[in-house]
């Protein structure tokens, strides 16, 4: 069964940075594009930032040169590195793989940012 657990997460103040990890199980992970999302309070659940398994990256507009998604294909792991917080980038960030057809998602790391 895909697993996948994101830890990372913290209170911070805006200016600051973050890495958020999500460490995968239960799959093939190089073969795999990881994706990472953000749910905001009260609103929809929306892309962030995927890394195919080559490595090519891909960024909502909105954390384009503040965001950097990374893999570790050894460890299994992807990570989110977030520099220049902004309040608006508070949300639960969830760590995503489509396998199988279907959607796995992890529980979630929440970012709170202050200004």
């Known amino acids: 069964q895909v697993r996948l657990v994101e830890s990372g997460g913290a209170s911070v103040q805006s200016g600051g940075s973050l890495r958020l990890s999500c460490a995968a199980s239960?799959?093939?992970?190089?073969?795999?594009?990881m994706n990472w999302y953000r749910q905001a309070p009260g609103k929809e659940r929306v892309f962030v930032a995927s890394?195919?398994?080559?490595?090519?990256?891909d960024y909502a507009d909105s954390v384009k040169n503040r965001f950097t998604i990374s893999r570790d294909n050894v460890w299994r792991k992807t990570y989110l590195q977030i520099t220049n917080l902004r309040p608006e980038d508070t949300a639960v960030y969830y760590c995503?793989?489509?396998?199988?057809?279907?959607?796995?998602w992890g529980q979630g790391t929440q970012v709170t940012v202050s200004s």
């Open positions: 239960g799959m093939n992970f190089k073969l795999f594009t």
């Open positions: 995503n793989v489509v396998y199988s057809g279907r959607n796995f």
């Open positions: 890394i195919k398994q080559g490595g090519e990256t």
